[in-house]
Structures are given as C-alpha cells and as structure tokens.
C-alpha cells in the first residue's frame, strides 16, 4: 500500500455491494459469528461506503460517521489492534478520520478476500 491513507476506491475496491454486506452483517451480528473488532471495522467502513460525498454541513450524516469511525479507533486503542502501519494516535487521522477506517478495510479486505 503506497498512499496512506488509501484512497476511497482503492480501500474499497473488493468490498460487496452495500446491500449485500449489510445483510451479512446483521446475519454475523445475530449468530454471533463475528468478532468485535471486524464487526466495528466492516460497520464503519460500510457506513463511510455509503456517505463518500456527504455534505460536511449535514449534522444526522457526520455524527453516525464520527460515532462508527469512533468506536472503532477507540476500541483498537484499547486492544492494539491496528493492523496497518499509521496507530490510532497518528496526527494524520485528527484531520481525515475516515482514512483510518479505509487504511484498515483495506489491510482486512486483503485476507478475507470473497470468491
């Protein structure tokens, strides 16, 4: 991975359509079938899928964002979990949180690829 963070389509360049992975998730959620960490990551990196270009001014938007982006840096903070080379702590994430979620899906998509 050269740019860090990744750009919108590289990050995402594998992922299921929206619909789709939505409803893995919620299927993984109910069993029980899927750890915290992925579960928090797949969550914020689909809600960052689905609003790419949402208006900074539009508060509904930017607060579920930030609250899933949140969570997921705050529980990898915890657990020293990142899995790729910028921490949680990085400067770079203050002004692009998002790249967070991306530089990670990108790292996770990679071994768990779909067929």
Do not use: C
Not at 14 to 41: C, F, K, M, Y
Not at 42 to 68: M, N, W
Not at 80 to 100: E, I, K, N, S
Request: charge should be negative; avoid cysteine; glycine fraction near 6%.
């Amino acid at each position: 991975m050269t740019d860090l963070p990744p750009p919108f389509d590289t990050a995402y360049n594998n992922a299921p359509h929206v619909q789709e992975e939505t409803e893995e998730l919620i299927r993984l959620r109910r069993a029980g079938r899927i750890s915290d960490r992925d579960w928090l990551l797949r969550h914020a990196a689909l809600t960052d899928r689905q609003t790419p270009s949402a208006d900074p001014a539009d508060g509904k938007v930017q607060t579920a964002l930030q609250r899933s982006v949140d969570k997921l840096i705050a529980f990898d903070t915890a657990n020293g979990t990142t899995a790729g080379p910028l921490a949680t702590d990085d400067p770079a994430w203050a002004a692009d949180p998002r790249g967070y979620v991306r530089q990670e899906y990108a790292i996770w998509a990679t071994g768990n690829l779909r067929p």
